[in-house]
């Protein structure tokens, strides 16, 4: 049985973090780890995991940013502090669909890179759609990445990574947001081994930055890096 990372972002999400960190602590798998990275929020999200955790008393571990840096570097930074042979991403306003989600994924990656479910898309706590994906050709992945605008295909931030292929490919996230769109990108064109499963993985909630001028911008960034490399 291989240790697996649970990596947590928070920036000012003092309504959600509990929930977001209850969801980690009652997945059933035994050896996993959990990390949390504060991105230097202005609100009392900091202050409410301490006194979470000291309730719980469960030992987790919590990184303060000297400065905010955005969900790419943050992603980046919880990833080099893990000690994990596998890791999975937990956005501070998302849950695990259910206990079993870490432990269903590790069952089924097997020999992959990455293994990914479907998400149920919530707002306000309330059920709002259901995205169902699908595996596709590495080499679409791009294309398609590209007429959707800069959108991803496949939910990257929302399943199961082999860290090894991150260190011997050198990825990591760049941007700000959409970070792990263009991940995606850059692990498609070095042949990244992706599985889809049939099951749903994360609460996810809708509509966090999206129309805001820094997605933006992200997506524009996206668009050219395509152009250039494919």
């Given at each position: 049985m291989d240790l697996i990372s649970i990596l947590i972002r928070a920036y000012n999400c003092e309504d959600t973090i509990t929930f977001a960190l209850d969801s980690a602590i009652k997945q059933v798998y035994p050896k996993k780890e959990i990390i949390i990275y504060d991105d230097c929020s202005t609100d009392s999200t900091l202050e409410r995991i301490k006194l979470h955790l000291g309730k719980i008393r469960k030992r987790i571990k919590v990184i303060k940013g000297s400065k905010n840096v955005g969900c790419g570097e943050a992603h980046n930074i919880l990833r080099k502090a893990s000690k994990g042979i596998y890791f999975s991403m937990l956005d501070s306003d998302d849950m695990y669909h259910d206990d079993m989600v870490i432990q269903n994924l590790y069952d089924n990656i097997k020999d992959n890179d990455y293994i990914y479910g479907d998400l149920v898309v919530i707002h306000n706590r309330e059920v709002v759609q259901y995205w169902i994906y699908s595996e596709y050709d590495l080499l679409k992945i791009p294309k398609i990445i590209?007429?959707?605008?800069?959108?991803?295909?496949?939910?990257?931030?929302h399943g199961l990574h082999r860290k090894s292929f991150w260190i011997d490919n050198n990825i990591t996230q760049k941007l700000r947001i959409g970070g792990d769109t263009l991940a995606c990108i850059e692990a498609c064109l070095k042949r990244i081994r992706m599985k889809h499963i049939s099951l749903y993985t994360t609460l996810y909630q809708y509509g966090r930055t999206r129309n805001s001028p820094e997605r933006t911008k992200c997506l524009f960034e996206i668009q050219q890096y395509i152009e250039k490399n494919i």
């Amino acid at each position: 049985m291989d240790l697996i990372s649970i990596l947590i972002r928070a920036y000012n999400c003092e309504d959600t973090i509990t929930f977001a960190l209850d969801s980690a602590i009652k997945q059933v798998y035994p050896k996993k780890e959990i990390i949390i990275y504060d991105d230097c929020s202005t609100d009392s999200t900091l202050e409410r995991i301490k006194l979470h955790l000291g309730k719980i008393r469960k030992r987790i571990k919590v990184i303060k940013g000297s400065k905010n840096v955005g969900c790419g570097e943050a992603h980046n930074i919880l990833r080099k502090a893990s000690k994990g042979i596998y890791f999975s991403m937990l956005d501070s306003d998302d849950m695990y669909h259910d206990d079993m989600v870490i432990q269903n994924l590790y069952d089924n990656i097997k020999d992959n890179d990455y293994i990914y479910g479907d998400l149920v898309v919530i707002h306000n706590r309330e059920v709002v759609q259901y995205w169902i994906y699908s595996e596709y050709d590495l080499l679409k992945i791009p294309k398609i990445i590209r007429a959707r605008e800069g959108s991803n295909v496949i939910p990257f931030d929302h399943g199961l990574h082999r860290k090894s292929f991150w260190i011997d490919n050198n990825i990591t996230q760049k941007l700000r947001i959409g970070g792990d769109t263009l991940a995606c990108i850059e692990a498609c064109l070095k042949r990244i081994r992706m599985k889809h499963i049939s099951l749903y993985t994360t609460l996810y909630q809708y509509g966090r930055t999206r129309n805001s001028p820094e997605r933006t911008k992200c997506l524009f960034e996206i668009q050219q890096y395509i152009e250039k490399n494919i």
